[in-house]
């Protein structure tokens, strides 16, 4: 459990630098065709990875809907010759851009959530000089000097 909460952390700090580029990337719009999807991807494994240990219904679900939204997505792009391009650019603008990014910081705070309750229940790292405690003989030697 503690390897999974090392990773928690690190997962927190990746989405918080990918924030930053997507944030600092949306100033030309161009770079934020590619830190976006980045930062979806990296969700995903997240999700993909924190669900796989924890069992996380929660994970459970947004597993799907994510991979859904990004096949709604693609389907987006063969409904340009179906509606006017006025409306279109909107809509890919709005299914490309702002939904993802909220559906990013959702997926983020809840992520810290998850973080926090491991932290109530009493889950914390094992210190890397305790890891291997109880398989190794330390443990006899101190039970002989009592």
């Known amino acids: 459990m503690g390897s999974l909460i090392k990773f928690i952390k690190v997962d927190i700090v990746v989405q918080k630098i990918l924030f930053f580029v997507v944030c600092i990337s949306a100033i030309v719009v161009y770079p934020l065709a590619l830190s976006l999807p980045a930062l979806g991807a990296w969700q995903l494994f997240s999700a993909f990875t924190i669900r796989k240990r924890l069992k996380d219904e929660f994970r ?16 987006s792009f063969f409904l340009a010759d179906y509606i006017g391009s006025g409306l279109y650019e909107f809509m890919i603008g709005l299914i490309f ?30 210190p890397e000089a305790m890891n291997e405690i109880l398989d190794s003989e330390e443990i006899f030697k101190i039970e002989e000097r009592l």
């Open 60 to 75: 459970k679900k947004y597993l799907p809907y994510s991979i859904s939204y990004l096949g709604f997505m693609v389907l």
């Open 97 to 126: 851009i702002p939904i993802p990014f909220c559906i990013a910081i959702w997926y983020y705070l809840e992520t810290s959530s998850t973080l926090k309750h491991l932290k109530r229940q009493g889950i914390v790292e094992m």
